[in-house]
């Protein structure tokens, strides 16, 4: 054991000083030495120890020889490339992606990326370019917050990583990206309204046609960008925000409709009426996004739940009305596929009562029962 622990301990000397002869020469004396290292979870391996020095070379040969060693983490929840990166080592950064580019997704302490960390500052931006062109998917990863790394980019006011992330979005067809909300519910437009420093980037999104549907959309906490950025402290400094966001058709919270969750809407309605209420002449069903949709990765669980939910309630509904049509089979009109479209609504499916909410929305994959907005 102590003979190993040695051998261990002189590998790892050896990653520091970027010597590969030694490194071979420990090798033949116990050639299970890196099979050993990678049994443990978290390790300091001779990967992460070069990587850390700066130690191109010896980090490029220990990675071909243990792949499985750039995807470790080490005690302090790190990745051979996070500290390669933390350490300024961009020769060895750019050998370690050069040869497995998916270290770039690598998820570290709190979920963070390679490529959150690069997201972070703009005297990075050009190996956020980098990480982007090598493996373009990472861009979809998110921290155990919810994070993009455009969300990373906005709240630590780097215009410079923003613009590289939001022309690859354009150049990729990943705008939709724009839309995604952390765990507080705040898109890149809520962080961006939230700080001065980030005025242009507000303007960037603004200017995004396809996120004008997502303009109006609350947090948690029941905010619209616009409330954020009037109710600022500042809020004479964030005049140009806001009124680029109202130039843009952004409301504050108070002009939105009353919004109910799934559940005391299910509490409203008789069972056997939820056909009725879904195909009402007076509401509204917004389609369901496609489940192949990659934005549906960043849902929290509760909404992917609430999803599932309304999703197996229609379908139940659908199959009920099929098996036992308004107005029942037997009642003298039996031609189904010419009048079951105006028995539906003359049996009182499709007759809401009076004073029900006009409309019924899946607006960024939420619930949303809608009345008449306030005067």
Same mark, same amino acid.
């Given at each position: 054991?102590?003979?190993?622990?040695?051998?261990?301990?002189?590998?790892?000397?050896?990653?520091?000083?970027?010597?590969?002869?030694?490194?071979?020469?420990?090798?033949?004396? +116990?050639?299970?030495?890196?099979?050993?290292?990678?049994?443990?979870? !978290?390790?300091?391996?001779?990967?992460?120890?070069?990587? $850390?020095?700066?130690?191109?070379? !010896?980090?490029?040969?220990? /990675?071909?020889?243990?792949?499985?060693?750039?995807?470790?983490?080490?005690?302090?929840?790190?990745?051979?490339?996070? /500290?390669?990166?933390?350490?300024?080592?961009?020769?060895?950064?750019?050998?370690?992606?050069?040869? +497995?580019?998916?270290?770039?997704?690598?998820?570290?302490?709190?979920?963070?990326?390679?490529?959150?960390?690069?997201?972070?500052?703009? +005297?990075?931006? +050009?190996?956020?370019?980098? !990480?982007?062109?090598?493996?373009?998917?990472?861009?979809?990863?998110?921290? =155990?917050?919810?994070?993009?790394?455009?969300?990373?980019?906005?709240?630590?006011?780097?215009?410079?990583?923003?613009?590289?992330?939001?022309?690859?979005?354009?150049?990729?067809?990943?705008?939709?990206?724009?839309?995604?909300?952390?765990?507080?519910?705040?898109?890149?437009?809520?962080?961006?309204?939230?700080?001065?420093?980030?005025?242009?980037?507000?303007?960037?999104?603004?200017?995004?046609?396809?996120?004008?549907?997502? =303009?109006?959309?609350?947090?948690?906490?029941?905010?619209?960008?616009?409330?954020?950025?009037?109710?600022?402290?500042?809020?004479?400094?964030? @005049?140009?925000?806001?009124?680029?966001?109202?130039?843009?058709?952004?409301?504050?919270?108070?002009?939105?409709?009353?919004?109910?969750?799934?559940?005391?809407?299910?509490?409203?309605?008789?069972?056997?009426?939820?056909?009725?209420?879904? $195909?009402?002449?007076?509401?509204?069903?917004?389609?369901?996004?496609?489940?192949?949709?990659?934005?549906?990765?960043?849902?929290?669980?509760?909404?992917?739940?609430?999803?599932?939910?309304?999703?197996?309630?229609?379908?139940?509904?659908?199959?009920?009305?099929?098996?036992?049509?308004?107005? @029942?089979?037997?009642?003298?009109?039996?031609?189904?596929?010419?009048?079951?479209?105006?028995?539906?609504?003359?049996?009182?499916?499709?007759?809401?009562?009076?004073?029900?909410?006009?409309?019924?929305?899946?607006?960024? !994959?939420?619930?949303?029962?809608?009345?008449?907005?306030?005067?």
């Amino acid at each position: 054991m102590e003979q190993t622990l040695d051998v261990v301990q002189q590998v790892l000397m050896a990653a520091q000083e970027n010597n590969i002869d030694a490194f071979y020469g420990l090798l033949g004396q +116990d050639p299970y030495i890196l099979d050993r290292i990678d049994t443990i979870p !978290f390790v300091q391996t001779p990967l992460h120890t070069a990587a $850390s020095a700066g130690s191109t070379h !010896f980090a490029s040969e220990v /990675l071909r020889l243990k792949p499985s060693f750039g995807k470790k983490l080490s005690l302090d929840g790190l990745s051979a490339l996070d /500290l390669a990166l933390r350490g300024g080592h961009t020769q060895t950064v750019r050998g370690l992606i050069k040869h +497995d580019p998916q270290l770039i997704r690598v998820e570290g302490k709190k979920g963070i990326t390679p490529l959150h960390y690069v997201s972070e500052a703009e +005297d990075r931006a +050009d190996l956020l370019a980098e !990480f982007l062109y090598r493996c373009p998917k990472s861009i979809e990863d998110l921290t =155990i917050a919810g994070e993009s790394a455009v969300h990373i980019a906005v709240n630590n006011s780097n215009l410079r990583g923003f613009k590289v992330l939001l022309g690859w979005m354009e150049e990729t067809g990943n705008k939709h990206i724009l839309e995604w909300e952390d765990e507080n519910g705040n898109t890149v437009l809520h962080l961006a309204a939230s700080s001065r420093n980030n005025i242009e980037a507000a303007r960037l999104i603004i200017k995004q046609r396809t996120f004008r549907r997502a =303009i109006n959309c609350c947090n948690v906490a029941g905010l619209t960008a616009l409330d954020i950025a009037l109710g600022h402290p500042n809020a004479e400094e964030h @005049g140009s925000i806001a009124k680029a966001l109202c130039a843009a058709g952004a409301k504050r919270s108070t002009s939105h409709s009353k919004t109910i969750n799934l559940a005391d809407y299910c509490a409203l309605i008789p069972a056997r009426s939820w056909l009725g209420h879904f $195909s009402a002449p007076n509401y509204r069903l917004v389609k369901v996004p496609n489940p192949r949709n990659p934005s549906i990765n960043s849902m929290s669980g509760e909404k992917r739940s609430a999803l599932l939910v309304v999703a197996v309630l229609i379908a139940t509904a659908t199959y009920q009305a099929i098996l036992n049509p308004p107005g @029942g089979l037997a009642s003298g009109n039996t031609d189904i596929s010419t009048n079951s479209t105006s028995n539906s609504t003359d049996a009182g499916y499709g007759n809401p009562q009076a004073g029900s909410a006009p409309l019924l929305l899946f607006p960024n !994959f939420g619930i949303y029962y809608r009345e008449a907005l306030a005067p």
